[in-house]
């Protein structure tokens, strides 16, 4: 069983669990994995990062580790999650690592992993480096050094992500610039799309306004980004855009607001998606894969149209393999991870900003009038920090609201309660026909946990 990974790979706070002492055993251990299934010699690891002022530093860490035990190491610098599983793919590297902790604030950062196929690695893989890290002999044995691993910095791997996002906008719409006489508002969450997204827009020949693009290490995801929608509807308003999008901290997420400053999550946008290519007939399978926490009013417009909602476990690495495993051209989560099948290999917020463009361009109508495909059933999210965040799987009074909250919603709304994958903490979502049954079956829930656990 894994201890050390969660679903979106090592999460903790710089210096304290992702000290360089650690980090640099876990790129040893990395390695040594990749020595021992990789069938040509040596290795080749593909590194990136966000903003965060902890970033270069378990940068340089990993790299020692990797290169201590004879693998070479490309950095690709500051660049978005998705450039990485991208550009592993591309490039015939073995091996992806993302050193991120997405829309965490600054203190935390993480370590996640790539294939050489794009895809996130399986629990199995990363709980053998788990096994290897733990079991490591002391002293180590450090191979000579003429098999010390090489090291290199380069920005041609950032070019080439950018390149491959101006040539499918161009490819999708037949145009060299087909957002001009468009105006778009664009929230970077000075992170990873900082220097991505607003020169994108403009090279397909948008007007931006841009806001958050700024990152100096300690503000990123600072109340802004995907996490603080408000920001940038506030940004839409005081412009007069079209449309605003906004990213996470290392822009594998994007969300979006209407012209009247509407908020759009991830469930609208792969509704719109998926109903306008069913109309055009090439939806193959008719399917759709999402989490747990996608709305109901969405299932059930797409079940209306002929369209299956497939539901996962939280976290995107269990819609990729849900959309793997059934052929899906599309799935992602509500809160903006959405991985377009025919496009990428994980969630990229830029190729969503993309996809959703393209959309309006073809539908020639304001985002307003398309961007609410569906009546959402009234719907709250509660997150709550905890010391453990599994105890209440066996907690007597928090399993007697839970019962409760069942009886009561029954063919009215859906609970779903879970530990969260990346903090320590539990969520508690309920969705329900009117907003009074939703408090009603909430408020109790999240008083006993809270009593209980935080």
């Not at 794009?118 to 098999?147: H, S, T, V």
Request: net charge negative; aromatic share 4%; proline share 6%.
């Amino acid at each position: 069983m894994r201890n050390l990974f969660g679903t979106d790979g090592v999460r903790g706070q710089a210096n304290a669990l992702l000290t360089p002492d650690f980090v640099m055993r876990l790129g040893r251990a990395v390695g040594q994995q990749l020595l021992r299934t990789t069938s040509h010699m040596p290795p080749r690891v593909l590194i990136g990062r966000d903003t965060r002022r902890s970033g270069a530093m378990l940068e340089t860490a990993l790299i020692s580790g990797l290169t201590a035990v004879g693998v070479h190491a490309t950095s690709a610098g500051v660049v978005p999650t998705p450039a990485i599983a991208y550009l592993v793919r591309e490039g015939r590297y073995d091996l992806g690592i993302v050193l991120s902790a997405s829309h965490n604030p600054a203190p935390d950062n993480g370590i996640k992993l790539i294939g050489g196929d794009g895809y996130k690695f399986p629990d199995e893989y990363e709980a053998e480096i788990e096994r290897l890290l733990n079991e490591a002999p002391e002293p180590f044995p450090y191979p000579a050094p003429d098999q010390i691993g090489l090291w290199e910095l380069s920005a041609r791997e950032a070019e080439q992500y950018l390149l491959y996002l101006l040539h499918l906008m161009r490819e999708m719409t037949g145009e060299r610039e087909p957002l001009r006489g468009m105006h778009i508002a664009v929230d970077c969450a000075n992170g990873a799309a900082s220097a991505f997204a607003p020169v994108l827009l403009s090279e397909l020949g948008a007007k931006v306004s841009a806001v958050a693009c700024e990152p100096n290490g300690d503000n990123i995801n600072e109340g802004c980004g995907s996490t603080h929608i408000d920001h940038l509807q506030r940004t839409v308003l005081e412009t007069g855009a079209h449309l605003g999008v906004a990213f996470d901290g290392d822009a594998d997420r994007a969300l979006f607001c209407d012209e009247n400053a509407e908020p759009v999550d991830g469930d609208a946008i792969m509704t719109l998606w998926a109903l306008t290519r069913q109309q055009q007939g090439s939806l193959q399978p008719p399917l759709v894969v999402a989490t747990e926490m996608s709305n109901l009013g969405m299932e059930k417009r797409l079940q209306a149209e002929g369209i299956t909602l497939l539901r996962t476990k939280v976290g995107d690495r269990y819609v990729a393999e849900a959309m793997r495993a059934h052929h899906a051209l599309i799935g992602g989560e509500q809160s903006g991870h959405l991985i377009f099948a025919e496009r990428a290999t994980t969630g990229d917020g830029l190729i969503t900003m993309l996809e959703t463009l393209n959309l309006a361009l073809r539908l020639q109508r304001p985002f307003s009038e398309i961007a609410h495909p569906f009546e959402p059933y009234p719907q709250k999210l509660i997150t709550i920090p905890v010391q453990d965040k599994h105890a209440w799987q066996t907690h007597p009074e928090i399993q007697a609201q839970i019962a409760r909250v069942q009886a009561l919603l029954a063919g009215r709304g859906r609970l779903n309660i879970r530990a969260s994958g990346t903090e320590n903490a539990i969520r508690i979502m309920v969705e329900a026909e009117t907003p009074a049954l939703v408090d009603e079956a909430l408020q109790p829930l999240v008083d006993a946990v809270r009593n209980a656990l935080a």
